[in-house]
């Protein structure tokens, strides 16, 4: 039987400034395979949100005309960073390809390091309630190095240097920045028939109530969506809660890691994908 700590015990014994990217990928592809992803769903929707940041999306059409090619291409590039790092061909190709997608709309360094606040918290704090055990320092100091120097190469400035210090500067940041706009609206309704596709169908009757749930008051406020009732909050909260309880008492180490041997399948690109079809193109 593996022990279902082992994992933790080598990220304990690395160093998160050095071995940031080798802890990062563990978390991702060992550890917390669906809850980071979840959470990097979330922090997506969330970053979508700020008024200036919404309103360039709706602008392009990108997330509300072609949503679910433009999911999969957030997706794909971030995890190709993630899997090879930032100094591999494949890395390095995904990170100027990011770059290129953002250059022309001038978007402000406050909105950018926003985006990355909401990468490093949101993902980190959604493990820590319902994951099957929290977050070490390690793997938090781990995930704010990767993010900071992703921020470096996209030329994000005044990066909080500490995950404690980008906390505190992402909630006051949200406090003061999320607001109800309907630009966020109109993205949130398209993002959201993705995440009602992924839904059993015995639960399509609260599809809506349950994607709902998921979200905070801040961020229903932003987008629109109604407080869902508290018995739908409540099953959402304790379902999830025996989960993370079933996983830490009968759970084991994922014998075979997510995206084994580098394979990333998407519904846009069945057959596969290069990196420079990624993302928007002119006309």
Request: glycine share 8%; aromatic share 10%.
């Amino acid at each position: 039987m593996r022990d279902r700590h082992a994992n933790l015990a080598r990220i304990r014994s690395l160093d998160p400034e050095r071995d940031h990217l080798a802890i990062y990928q563990t978390m991702l592809r060992h550890e917390f395979c669906w809850d980071l992803r979840l959470g990097l769903n979330l922090a997506f929707n969330r970053s979508f949100s700020i008024p200036e940041i919404a309103a360039v999306h709706t602008a392009t059409g990108e997330l509300t005309r072609r949503t679910r090619k433009r999911i999969d291409d957030t997706g794909l590039l971030m995890y190709e960073m993630v899997l090879n790092g930032f100094d591999h061909p494949r890395g390095r190709s995904a990170l100027r390809r990011v770059n290129q997608i953002h250059r022309p709309y001038g978007i402000g360094n406050d909105h950018y390091r926003y985006v990355l606040g909401c990468l490093v918290v949101i993902p980190t704090r959604w493990i820590d309630r319902y994951g099957w055990r929290r977050t070490c320092c390690h793997e938090r100091r781990a995930t704010h190095v990767f993010y900071r120097e992703l921020g470096r190469r996209m030329g994000i400035t005044d990066i909080p240097e500490t995950y404690q210090e980008f906390v505190g500067w992402f909630d006051a940041y949200d406090a003061a920045h999320l607001r109800p706009n309907d630009d966020a609206a109109a993205i949130e309704r398209a993002t959201r028939e993705l995440l009602l596709g992924r839904l059993p169908r015995p639960l399509t009757p609260i599809g809506d109530a349950l994607v709902a749930a998921l979200y905070d008051d801040r961020l229903r406020a932003a987008t629109r969506v109604a407080r869902p009732a508290w018995p739908v909050r409540a099953g959402l909260h304790a379902g999830l809660r025996v989960r993370a309880w079933l996983l830490r008492q009968l759970g084991r180490p994922r014998a075979e890691p997510l995206f084994t041997d580098g394979v990333i399948s998407t519904r846009t690109y069945p057959d596969g994908y290069t990196i420079d079809q990624l993302g928007p193109h002119p006309g």
